[in-house]
């Protein structure tokens, strides 16, 4: 059933331990979800220089199994997801016929023919009900497995210590974006070298009964690492800062794939065809003609945060507008990625700004990401 259908928001299985930690709550794509525990800036320092621990349990995940799942999968998806190896993950979008993007996806692969899809809460049943619709003549079987699993993240340069004092699964040798079955504290669990924070970091797939369970055992293995429980406050924070774009801000269905700068994704090469290809092409040969506007970083010369839908100016003209802004943690101001005209787009561009309610602030434009961890 979908986030609409709830008339109170939905509860993950750690909504307790949240509230019983002092979490500020907040309804996000129909749940409850921790905004943060106490200051965000200090759980965002905390992923960026020791490590984070972030229930994810509203995002949505959908199985695809039997013996037809790739096929299904590579007509559905612009990804070529038959090309996916067993235990490996590959980050892929769903699209409309029109090309319009309907959400972005990590898929896994479980086994030769078993799948798991997750996709963002606010879209899990758009994205179901497309596997559904276009699931029609597959030997294969579509399954709404949300209520199946909760969602676990530790997130951060302490994260593999943490977790490897939990597990005798083969962490170092756990590639990013690979997964494999393994037990954390005797937690079953589905192990995923993946995350949203531009850090290293593990996202661990459990049962709900189980939640409570790991998330404690994860504190206290954590304690002397200073890992810290997280809201979705620096969630966003710090995948702004790593340059990660979210659904409803730099994607959305009146965006293709090739005008979000993520056309890499789309893999016309693939066998057979897939659901957008034609409008797809057509995107591709315009974006090569004539370039759609480029999503691009603007670090703040001042202190005035940008907010999405800001409009960015250059010369009295409105050149691209803000998709997402916050203040920066890591660089000390106030960061924005937003979509400006080719001509605007290199980093360096001079006299560029950001109209925040009628003064124009001035802006440089960087290449993102704002921050990449040092490896």
Same mark, same amino acid.
């Given at each position: ?55 994810l349990s509203h995002m ?40 319009g993007i309907l959400d ?102 459990v049962k709900p009964e189980?939640?409570? =369970? +790991?998330?404690?055992? *994860? @504190?206290?293995?954590?304690? $002397?690492? #200073?890992? /810290? ?6 969630? %966003? ?12 801000? =730099? +994607?959305?269905?009146? *965006? @293709?794939?090739?005008?979000? $700068?993520? #056309?890499? /994704? ?6 057979? %065809? ?102």
């Amino acid at each position: 059933m979908s986030s609409t259908e709830h008339s109170t928001p939905r509860h993950t299985a750690l909504d307790a331990l949240h509230r019983s930690l002092g979490a500020t709550m907040t309804d996000f794509a129909g749940w409850d979800m921790p905004l943060r525990y106490g200051s965000e800036r200090d759980e965002h320092t905390a992923v960026r220089t020791r490590a984070g621990l972030f229930d994810l349990s509203h995002m949505g995940e959908i199985a695809v199994a039997g013996p037809e799942a790739a096929a299904l999968l590579n007509f559905a998806l612009v990804g070529n997801i038959a090309s996916v190896g067993v235990g490996r993950a590959r980050y892929t979008m769903i699209c409309r016929a029109d090309g319009g993007i309907l959400d972005d996806l990590i898929v896994y692969r479980l086994a030769e023919h078993e799948f798991l899809v997750v996709a963002n809460a606010a879209n899990a049943q758009v994205v179901l009900d497309a596997l559904v619709e276009r699931g029609a003549g597959f030997d294969a079987e579509v399954r709404d497995d949300r209520d199946a699993y909760a969602l676990i993240a530790v997130q951060g340069p302490e994260s593999p210590g943490i977790l490897a004092s939990l597990t005798d699964a083969d962490l170092p040798g756990l590639k990013y974006y690979a997964g494999l079955p393994g037990t954390v504290a005797g937690v079953p669990a589905l192990i995923a070298r993946t995350g949203y924070t531009g850090e290293d970091g593990f996202e661990l797939f459990v049962k709900p009964e189980h939640a409570v =369970e +790991l998330w404690q055992a *994860l @504190t206290k293995a954590g304690e $002397g690492a #200073g890992l /810290v429980p997280c809201g979705l406050s620096c969630r %966003d924070t710090l995948r702004l800062e790593a340059g990660m774009p979210l659904y409803g801000h =730099e +994607l959305s269905t009146s *965006l @293709t794939p090739f005008d979000a $700068g993520l #056309g890499r /994704v789309v893999k016309f090469e693939k066998e057979g %065809d897939f659901v957008g290809r034609e409008a797809l092409l057509a995107a591709s040969a315009r974006a090569a003609q004539n370039p759609p506007r480029v999503l691009v970083g603007l670090v703040a010369e001042g202190r005035r945060v940008p907010r999405a839908g800001y409009p960015v100016v250059a010369g009295g003209e409105v050149i691209g507008e803000v998709t997402s802004g916050a203040p920066s943690p890591t660089l000390g101001r106030p960061i924005a990625m937003a979509y400006v005209d080719a001509a605007h787009a290199a980093p360096g561009t001079a006299g560029v700004g950001v109209d925040i309610r009628g003064t124009h602030e001035p802006y440089e434009v960087v290449a993102l990401p704002f921050y990449r961890r040092q490896k």
